[in-house]
Nanobody, 122 residues
Framework: QLQLVESGGGLVQPGGSLRLSCTAS????????IGWFRQAPGKEREGVLC????????NYADSVKGRFTISRDNAKDRVYLQMNSLKPEDTAVYYC???????????????WGKGTLVTVSS
């Protein structure tokens, strides 16, 4: 059972930046695709970005293009979501999820973290 833990959420002003981190204590972490998903109040969970075990990136949301990037450091068993130029509409609980070895949609990811709240507000 892969246990994922997110960190890095918080309150940020519009235009600001945050970096989220996803980690798991798992020897085979590098063999998993890791995706970031988010769920805003009253809305369905949606995909943001995903990175495969080989480093290929899938962008699920046009709204984050040019603002968010995903990266992974397999030596540290971490995947990062760098979020720049944040907007109030980015406010959501952000989850990381895993599936071996390719990125898939929200319904098909196998393991989920508990989420970290990102609030963009002045």
């Amino acid at each position: 059972q892969l246990q994922l833990v997110e960190s890095g959420g918080g309150l940020v002003q519009p235009g600001g930046s945050l970096r989220l981190s996803c980690t798991a204590s798992e020897f085979f972490f590098k063999t998993y695709a890791i995706g970031w998903f988010r769920q805003a109040p009253g809305k369905e969970r949606e995909g943001v970005l995903c990175i495969s075990s080989s480093g290929d990136v899938t962008n699920y949301a046009d709204s984050v293009k040019g603002r968010f990037t995903i990266s992974r450091d397999n030596a540290k068993d971490r995947v990062y979501l760098q979020m720049n130029s944040l907007k109030p509409e980015d406010t959501a609980v952000y989850y990381c999820a895993a599936k071996r070895p390719w990125c898939t949609g929200v319904a098909d990811m196998d393991y989920w973290g508990k989420g970290t709240l990102v609030t963009v507000s002045s």
